[in-house]
């Protein structure tokens, strides 16, 4: 394993002997014009991590024509409205409009390209594997593309499928055509940030012209480039998800145990997290993770290790610790109201994390089909969340405010940790609930306040 690293040495003789500051030298040396040949790159997906990929590199410089197969949303990106709501994308997309144009047609993207980067996401199958066809389809589409240089996967793929792709492009003839796994570890709400300002860049490579070539094509970025060998680069992504889940799933037991012994898991968090060797992030108890990675990614990291014959003990553990989360909430407001036929809940709060209009995943799904389940109504509020025209949101009602999704209510949860509840006037709220029960399912409101204003409050892991 080799590391490149940006040359700050560079960077600080420039700042000396110009008496600009480090930032602005850094940013005066890594215009892409002046350390690197602009490249065309034909990215392939037009979601979450393809946009981001496209819209961040056409920002350092590149030539992007982003190709997706919905014709709808490259309607939208072609008249510069970007489908997803992800911070700070829009404005990239728009400030870069004379070198990124987005298409259905493969032509125009791999024709003049010279690096195809394939963004398409890698659902689930029914047995619990990551469905690679998307990832085929387009690579299948390269087939004639002797022309480019390096085809590159960001998609989160089970380890071995480089090879295979490897395989697959020699026997097309396309053996001189270089493959690189670049996983991304991006996450929702941050992404642009995350991509160009990365703890790490990732490139696993056969031979050293291509991975030189992907590091260089992400140069105007201030983070280290990790070269290593293909299936070890898979394996990165799958890992590092496994192990920010395990956090979560570990402080989420722990928040149990406070709960039932008297601790409280803000305290206890906040003090492991003071070690620096565990370190304070992804130890927040809640309600469980979702998203489009996590949920996905341990099931493919499970199968992916059982179908090569090992048991992953941990990983099934830390899955249904998950899982389990979601429903303790709903046991917990079961009796804390004496059951929950016929009640009303309000679920504040619908998307798997602030800052995002995703519901892929999200625990707030799992919670009103079971509330409904149990015969509860459910009243909803969240400020983004893009609802399925399906079950359980068709059972259920959506208000524009808090205030509103409270009212008539006989609790309420605490589901997405979104600011917005911190301006609710609980004193208020107090008043038009049937039932003033709370369960702050990501312990970020203030129990004293909710407390003296009336409210039963419960948080998680508060014993
Ligand atoms: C994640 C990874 O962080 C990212 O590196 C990868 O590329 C994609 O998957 P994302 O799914 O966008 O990103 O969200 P993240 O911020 O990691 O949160 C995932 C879930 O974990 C959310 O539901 C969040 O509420 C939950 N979470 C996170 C906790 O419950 N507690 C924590 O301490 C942190």
Same mark, same amino acid.
């Given at each position: 394993m080799t590391q490149h690293k940006a040359s700050k040495q560079a960077i600080r003789a420039r700042a000396a002997s110009t008496g600009e500051s480090y930032t602005r030298a850094r940013r005066r040396l890594t215009t892409p014009s002046q350390t690197q040949r602009p490249r065309t790159i034909a990215v392939f997906g037009a979601s979450y991590v393809g946009l981001v990929t496209g819209a961040c590199f056409a920002e350092l410089g590149h030539h992007v024509v982003v190709r997706d197969i919905q014709p709808e949303k490259i309607r939208r990106l072609q008249n510069g409205d970007v489908p997803i709501y992800e911070p700070g994308l829009s404005e990239l997309i728009a400030r870069n409009t004379d070198r990124l144009t987005f298409t259905l047609d493969v032509h125009e993207a791999v024709d003049n390209a010279e690096i195809c980067y394939v963004c398409v996401d890698t659902p689930p199958t029914a047995s619990g594997d990551a469905d690679l066809s998307r990832v085929w389809a387009v690579i299948e589409t390269l087939?004639? @593309? @002797? *022309? $480019?240089t390096a085809v590159v996967v960001k998609s989160t793929v089970p380890v071995g499928t480089g090879s295979r792709i490897r395989a697959a492009l020699d026997d097309a003839g396309l053996a001189n055509v270089g493959y690189a796994a670049n996983p991304e570890f991006t996450a929702e709400g941050t992404a642009v940030n995350d991509f160009l300002h990365p703890d790490r860049i990732v490139v696993g490579a056969w031979d050293g012209a291509t991975a030189d070539l992907v590091a260089e094509v992400h140069q105007g970025i201030d983070g280290p480039t990790v070269v290593m060998d293909v299936a070890s680069a898979e394996m990165v992504k799958l890992a590092s998800n496994a192990l920010l889940m395990t956090k979560i799933s570990f402080i989420n037991e722990i928040a149990n145990v406070c709960q039932a012994t008297g601790a409280d898991i803000t305290h206890v968090a906040k003090a492991v997290g003071l070690d620096h060797r565990l370190? &304070? *992030?992804? $130890?927040k108890a809640g309600l469980g993770y979702g998203g489009s990675c996590f949920p996905k990614d341990s099931l493919a990291l499970k199968q992916l290790a059982s179908n090569s014959g090992y048991h992953f003990q941990l990983l099934n553990a830390v899955i249904e610790v998950n899982e389990l989360q979601k429903r303790r909430a709903v046991q917990r407001l079961k009796s804390e109201l004496g059951g929950l036929t016929n009640t009303r809940i309000a679920l504040l709060g619908l998307t798997f994390k602030p800052g995002t209009d995703d519901m892929r995943e999200a625990p707030s799904t799992v919670l009103a089909s079971r509330l409904l389940a149990e015969g509860a109504e459910v009243r909803c509020w969240d400020p983004l969340a893009r609802l399925d025209d399906a079950e359980p949101w068709t059972s259920t009602s959506r208000h524009t405010s808090p205030l509103d999704a409270l009212t008539g209510t006989d609790a309420a949860i605490v589901v997405t940790e979104w &600011?917005? $509840?911190?301006?609710?006037s609980w004193d208020r709220a107090v008043h038009v609930m049937r039932r003033a029960v709370i369960l702050d399912g990501r312990n970020v409101l203030e129990p004293d306040k909710l407390r003296a204003a009336g409210f039963t409050y419960l948080g998680i892991g508060k014993g």
């Amino acid at each position: 394993m080799t590391q490149h690293k940006a040359s700050k040495q560079a960077i600080r003789a420039r700042a000396a002997s110009t008496g600009e500051s480090y930032t602005r030298a850094r940013r005066r040396l890594t215009t892409p014009s002046q350390t690197q040949r602009p490249r065309t790159i034909a990215v392939f997906g037009a979601s979450y991590v393809g946009l981001v990929t496209g819209a961040c590199f056409a920002e350092l410089g590149h030539h992007v024509v982003v190709r997706d197969i919905q014709p709808e949303k490259i309607r939208r990106l072609q008249n510069g409205d970007v489908p997803i709501y992800e911070p700070g994308l829009s404005e990239l997309i728009a400030r870069n409009t004379d070198r990124l144009t987005f298409t259905l047609d493969v032509h125009e993207a791999v024709d003049n390209a010279e690096i195809c980067y394939v963004c398409v996401d890698t659902p689930p199958t029914a047995s619990g594997d990551a469905d690679l066809s998307r990832v085929w389809a387009v690579i299948e589409t390269l087939k004639t @593309a @002797a *022309h $480019l240089t390096a085809v590159v996967v960001k998609s989160t793929v089970p380890v071995g499928t480089g090879s295979r792709i490897r395989a697959a492009l020699d026997d097309a003839g396309l053996a001189n055509v270089g493959y690189a796994a670049n996983p991304e570890f991006t996450a929702e709400g941050t992404a642009v940030n995350d991509f160009l300002h990365p703890d790490r860049i990732v490139v696993g490579a056969w031979d050293g012209a291509t991975a030189d070539l992907v590091a260089e094509v992400h140069q105007g970025i201030d983070g280290p480039t990790v070269v290593m060998d293909v299936a070890s680069a898979e394996m990165v992504k799958l890992a590092s998800n496994a192990l920010l889940m395990t956090k979560i799933s570990f402080i989420n037991e722990i928040a149990n145990v406070c709960q039932a012994t008297g601790a409280d898991i803000t305290h206890v968090a906040k003090a492991v997290g003071l070690d620096h060797r565990l370190g &304070p *992030h992804f $130890l927040k108890a809640g309600l469980g993770y979702g998203g489009s990675c996590f949920p996905k990614d341990s099931l493919a990291l499970k199968q992916l290790a059982s179908n090569s014959g090992y048991h992953f003990q941990l990983l099934n553990a830390v899955i249904e610790v998950n899982e389990l989360q979601k429903r303790r909430a709903v046991q917990r407001l079961k009796s804390e109201l004496g059951g929950l036929t016929n009640t009303r809940i309000a679920l504040l709060g619908l998307t798997f994390k602030p800052g995002t209009d995703d519901m892929r995943e999200a625990p707030s799904t799992v919670l009103a089909s079971r509330l409904l389940a149990e015969g509860a109504e459910v009243r909803c509020w969240d400020p983004l969340a893009r609802l399925d025209d399906a079950e359980p949101w068709t059972s259920t009602s959506r208000h524009t405010s808090p205030l509103d999704a409270l009212t008539g209510t006989d609790a309420a949860i605490v589901v997405t940790e979104w &600011p917005e $509840l911190q301006d609710v006037s609980w004193d208020r709220a107090v008043h038009v609930m049937r039932r003033a029960v709370i369960l702050d399912g990501r312990n970020v409101l203030e129990p004293d306040k909710l407390r003296a204003a009336g409210f039963t409050y419960l948080g998680i892991g508060k014993g």
